[in-house]
């Protein structure tokens, strides 16, 4: 059978483009208004926090296509975990002073981050060769 045919190779694939799709919805919006993410980046000691906002979420909207896609799915996972690790660490410190509540939210945002960063691997992880169910 050739690539594509099997009920495996379409599930990856519609899998791959649900997995990409808040990626790329989240950090284009992210693109077009940044909100406090460069506040964020500042208070992180990042160097001109508002390009390197934009440049993050670039990065992800490259990563979760080249992923969705499945053109270059091992390059944009990558791509993608490097982001998604940066911007996960820096957005979401819940581990720095703050009131309960805060550091709360942060914490279930950062494991909720931790359970994307898994699947980010596993999907990328498969490449772009065939798999078979056993």
Known sequence: M???T???DWSLRIGRALFAAPFVSGAASALKDPGPLPGFAHKAGVPHPELATKVAAAAMVAGALAIG???APVA?????????IGTTVIVH?????QEEPVAAAHRKSFI????LL??????SG????RYRVR
């Open 118 to 123: 898994g699947g980010v691997i596993v999907v």
């Open 126 to 129: 498969l490449g772009r060769t």
């Open 69 to 71: 896609t499945g053109v």
């Open 76 to 84: 944009g996972g990558v791509v993608l975990a490097a982001s998604l």
């Open 112 to 115: 909720a981050n931790c359970g």
């Open 6 to 8: 099997t009920r495996t």
């Open 93 to 97: 410190d819940f581990w720095s002073p």
């Open 2 to 4: 050739t690539f594509g």
